[in-house]
């Protein structure tokens, strides 16, 4: 075979390799494009279940999260705070939104950690008895400021306050448990 009919092969075969990538991308595209995303229908979804809508006097940021659970606390009976789940893709993912009923007022927080500010002398490894009794897990602290942030008991509307209750016997440990709450620019 001459070196001419060796380049002329060449170019055909990477021509024809070209087009077929670019159709199989095209193709991918083109579904990506048709499938409808099931997050886009998914506040819908949560709303029809029983769910409510998020209040339109929310920062816009967090009108951008999708429900992913809805409640009240203590119970629908009797209830002192609506509690709203959301999921959020690209900044933090799970916020915990409290509506406080008889005041109208709104707490934003993690939905899935909680702040323990250690007390003096505290080590942070002297809570490893407590989140192995728990079974919780330190997701991150700060000796410096003695700050310790574990994850929460379950993911349900009442894992923050339930979990802030399930530390209080180690309460030697720790000057105050917390939410870990989100503030927002201009707060």
């Known amino acids: 075979m001459k070196n001419s009919q ?3 092969v060449y ?3 990477f021509i024809l390799g070209s087009l077929l990538v670019s159709m199989i991308l095209s193709r991918r595209a083109s579904k990506e494009e048709a499938t409808v995303d099931p997050w886009v229908t998914h506040n819908t979804k949560a709303i029809a279940g029983g769910a409510e809508s998020l209040p339109h006097n929310m920062p816009d940021s967090i009108q ?3 429900i992913i659970d809805f409640g009240y606390l203590p119970d629908k009976e009797v209830a002192e705070e609506r509690v709203w789940l959301l999921n959020f893709d ?3 993912p799970y916020i915990r939104v409290v509506e406080t009923i ?3 007022e709104f707490s934003f927080m993690a939905a899935d950690q909680i702040s323990i500010h250690l007390a003096e002398g505290v080590d942070v490894t002297e809570l490893k008895p407590m989140l192995d009794d728990l079974g919780l897990r330190l997701r991150m602290f700060n000796r ?3 700050l310790a942030v574990i994850g929460v008991l379950n993911t349900q509307i009442d894992a923050v306050p339930a979990t802030i ?3 209080q016997p180690w309460s ?3 000057e105050y448990a917390e939410a870990d709450v989100l503030r927002f620019q201009g707060q």
Do not use: C, N, P
């Open 6 to 8: 060796r380049v002329t």
């Open 11 to 13: 170019l055909v075969g």
């Open 64 to 66: 951008k999260g999708r």
């Open 90 to 92: 690209k900044t933090y």
């Open 102 to 104: 008889a005041t109208g």
């Open 144 to 146: 410096k400021e003695h």
């Open 165 to 167: 209750e399930a530390v």
């Open 172 to 174: 030697d440990l720790f």
